[in-house]
């Protein structure tokens, strides 16, 4: 059974920085792409980033560009956010993301807030 479990959300002014991460197990990790996508108050699910299987290509959305980097360590089954200079507008609930045999799969969320 595939799990993702996220971590490191918290409350944080901006300009702050948090660093979220996502256990994996119940798939073999180190093979599939991964990527986060976030869901703020009252609005739909959006892309953030995403990596490849060996950590080759990274991508990120316009609005993060610059200020987050995704990563992973395949030996630990563990994907990584770091965020800077976060903004007001980060705030949402982060999820990490894989499809596996064809199917989306994500955790249950850790809320980032940004509040001054």
């Known amino acids: 059974e595939v799990q993702l479990v996220e971590s490191g959300g918290g409350l944080v002014q901006p300009g702050g920085s948090l660093r979220l991460s996502c256990a994996a197990s119940?798939?073999?990790?180190?093979?599939?792409?991964m990527s986060w996508v976030r869901q703020a108050p009252g609005k739909g699910l959006e892309w953030v980033s995403s990596?490849?299987?060996?950590?080759?290509?990274?991508t990120y959305a316009d609005s993060v560009k610059g200020r987050f980097t995704i990563s992973r360590d395949n030996a630990k089954n563990t994907l990584y956010l770091q965020m800077n200079s976060l903004k007001l507008e980060d705030t949402a609930v982060y999820y990490c993301?894989?499809?596996?045999?064809?199917?989306?799969?994500r955790g249950q969320g850790t809320q980032v807030t940004v509040s001054s």
């Open positions: 990596i490849t299987s060996s950590a080759g290509t990274t």
């Open positions: 993301r894989t499809r596996y045999k064809g199917n989306y799969y």
């Open positions: 119940g798939f073999t990790f180190g093979i599939y792409d």
